[in-house]
C-alpha cells in the first residue's frame, strides 16, 4: 500500500520530505512517497480560496490531485496549515477545528502550533497525526459517524485512539508510543495484517524515541565518517541524505572539514578567513556564494543545526548514534555561542580537494 503525502504550501516542503524518509525506516507493506502540486488546476483553486478545510473540501482537494497523478486508489496525505473544521456529525462542545482529520483513504493534518510541545520539532507531531489518522483508517473508524465515540477514548490512556481534546493530551499520545489492546485487536479483526501494524508500532516508537531523545548514548562508535570529492558525505556505509536542503549540507560540510574548531557567530563576522573558505565551498554545494548568503545562517545557527539533526537521524541505521555527529556548543558573554564537531581525525577521511577549505589555526 503506498501513501501519498502532499502539501499546497511550499514552506512545508523540507518537513515532509524528512517525515517521508523517517516513515520509510520502518520496513512493511506501508510505502510513502511524495506527490508535487501544479498551481494552475480547480484543487489548487479550491485549497488557496479555502478560510478552512471541511470533510468534503479534503476530500475533493486529495481526489483530484491523487486523479491528475493516477494513484486515485492510494492513500493522499494532504499537510496544510489551513485550519479543519470539527465534522458537523460531533455535537461535543469546544474544538471548533481538529488538528487532523480523513474520509477513507484521504487525510489532512494541521501544520501549526506545535512548536511549544515539541520542542521546536513540529514535523515530529505532524508525524505522529498522519500515523493516528492511517491507524484510524484502516481501523475503519468514520469521523462523520455519531458512533465515534464509542470506538475512540474519551477519557485519555495514551493510547492513539485517545479523543485528544487538546495538545497535551497528544502530547501525552506522542510521549507513549502506545496502542492499546482493544484497539489492536480491532484492528486486525478489520481485515489488516500483523505485519502493518508492528510497521505502524516500530515508526510510533521511532517518533516518541526522537521526541525524548530516548536513547542510549554510550554506545561503541567504530565507523568513519567520509566525504568524497562531490561533497557526499558518509557514516560507514550510510549515506547522509539532505535531499533538496542543500543549505544544510553546505553547513554541515564546513563543520566537519574544519572539525574540532570551535566557530561561532563573531568568527563569521569579523574572520575574513572564515568568510572566504565558508563562501568559497559553493564550488562543491552550490550553495552560499556569498557573504549576503552567509549572513542568513550567521543569524540563525542554532535553527539552522536543529534541522540538520532531522537528517542525520533519518540516515542512521542506529539512530542513537546521531549525537556523535551533531554540533557541540559552548556560550561565552564575550563570543556567545560557539558551535563544532567533536570528532577524532582517524574518524573523518576527506578527499583531498575539500583540504582548501580548512581553516588554518
Not at 560540510?253 to 559553493?282: M, P, S, V, W
Request: aromatic share 12%; charged share 25%.
Amino acid at each position: 500500500m503506498t501513501i501519498y503525502l502532499f502539501t499546497l504550501d511550499d514552506h512545508l516542503r523540507e518537513d515532509i520530505s524528512v517525515i517521508v524518509d523517517m516513515f520509510n525506516k520502518s520496513k512493511g507493506s506501508l510505502k510513502f512517497k511524495i506527490l508535487s502540486y501544479k498551481s494552475s488546476t480547480d484543487y489548487y483553486d479550491l485549497y488557496k480560496k479555502s478560510k478552512s478545510l471541511t470533510l468534503e473540501s479534503i476530500s475533493e482537494i486529495c481526489n483530484k490531485l491523487k486523479g491528475e497523478n493516477n494513484v486515485y486508489e492510494d492513500y493522499g496525505v494532504l499537510i496544510t496549515s489551513k485550519n479543519i473544521e470539527k465534522p458537523k456529525a460531533i455535537t461535543l462542545e469546544g474544538k471548533e477545528s481538529w488538528y487532523s482529520a480523513f474520509v477513507f483513504k484521504n487525510i489532512a493534518i494541521n501544520s501549526n502550533d506545535w512548536e511549544e510541545i515539541t520542542e521546536d520539532r513540529s514535523y515530529l507531531a505532524i508525524a505522529h497525526q498522519i500515523i493516528e489518522n492511517i491507524f484510524q483508517s484502516l481501523s475503519q473508524l468514520n469521523l462523520g459517524s455519531t458512533e465515534l465515540m464509542e470506538e475512540i477514548h474519551f477519557n485519555s490512556k495514551g493510547c492513539i485512539n485517545d479523543y485528544g481534546r487538546n495538545r497535551s493530551e497528544i502530547y501525552a499520545k506522542i510521549m507513549s508510543g502506545y496502542i492499546c489492546k482493544n484497539c489492536q485487536e480491532r484492528f486486525i479483526e478489520r481485515g489488516n495484517d500483523e505485519s502493518t501494524l508492528n510497521q505502524i508500532k516500530s515508526t510510533l516508537t521511532i517518533i516518541r524515541n526522537r521526541i525524548t531523545d530516548n536513547y542510549d548514548l554510550s554506545l561503541n562508535f567504530t565507523e568513519t565518517i567520509s566525504v568524497d570529492k562531490y561533497g557526499q558525505i558518509s557514516i560507514g556505509k550510510n549515506k547522509i541524505n539532505f535531499g533538496n536542503a542543500k543549505t544544510l549540507s553546505h553547513i554541515y560540510l564546513f563543520y566537519l572539514i574544519n572539525h574540532n574548531l570551535k566557530i561561532g557567530h563573531n568568527d563569521f563576522l569579523e574572520k575574513k578567513e572564515i568568510q572566504d573558505k565558508f563562501t568559497a565551498l559553493f564550488r562543491v554545494t552550490g550553495e552560499y556564494k556569498n557573504k549576503f548568503h552567509m549572513i542568513g545562517y550567521v543569524d540563525s545557527m542554532s535553527t539552522y543545526h536543529t534541522r540538520i539533526k532531522k537528517y542525520i537521524q533519518n540516515s542512521l541505521a542506529i539512530e542513537s548514534l546521531y549525537e556523535k555527529f551533531l554540533y557541540k556548543s559552548k556560550k561565552s558573554k564575550e563570543h556567545g555561542h560557539h558551535y563544532w564537531l567533536e570528532l577524532e581525525d582517524s574518524q573523518v577521511e576527506l578527499d583531498p580537494s575539500l583540504q582548501q577549505y580548512k581553516i588554518k589555526v
